[in-house]
Nanobody, 117 residues
Framework: VQLQASGGGLVEPGGSLRLSCAASGTIWIINTMTWSRQAPGKERELVAD?????ATNDAVKGRFTISRDDDRNILYLQMNDLKPEDTAVYYC??????????????WGRGTLVTVSS
């Protein structure tokens, strides 16, 4: 099982981006998928959890929305009203069981989001 994140880029303050994280492999059960981010010089922090809305980072509430296409096993993060402090490398994480019953806890490669004028 692998995760591939994409969609990052340079955007002006107030702009929007949508990140995607495609899960591939023999996927049987997705226990959870999440988005986290790591800003320069800071520790990685959770942004949003597909199965736990209460875990959404306070800094992004009302601006970011997590969703998933179950048919295609793609996790999205719609980011609106972006702020310079949202600048970070964004990572997706999956807790996924494959057809053989093997559990994978996997991080995708990050995608860089830069918010700057």
């Amino acid at each position: 099982v692998q995760l591939q994140a994409s969609g990052g880029g340079l955007v002006e303050p107030g702009g929007s981006l949508r990140l995607s994280c495609a899960a591939s492999g023999t996927i049987w059960i997705i226990n959870t998928m999440t988005w986290s981010r790591q800003a320069p010089g800071k520790e990685r922090e959770l942004v949003a959890d597909m199965h736990d809305s209460a875990a959404t980072n306070d800094a992004v509430k009302g601006r970011f929305t997590i969703s998933r296409d179950d048919d295609r096993n793609i996790l999205y993060l719609q980011m609106n009203d972006l702020k310079p402090e949202d600048t970070a490398v964004y990572y997706c994480f999956g807790d996924i069981v494959d057809y053989s019953g093997h559990r994978h806890t996997t991080w995708g490669r990050g995608t860089l989001v830069t918010v700057s004028s």
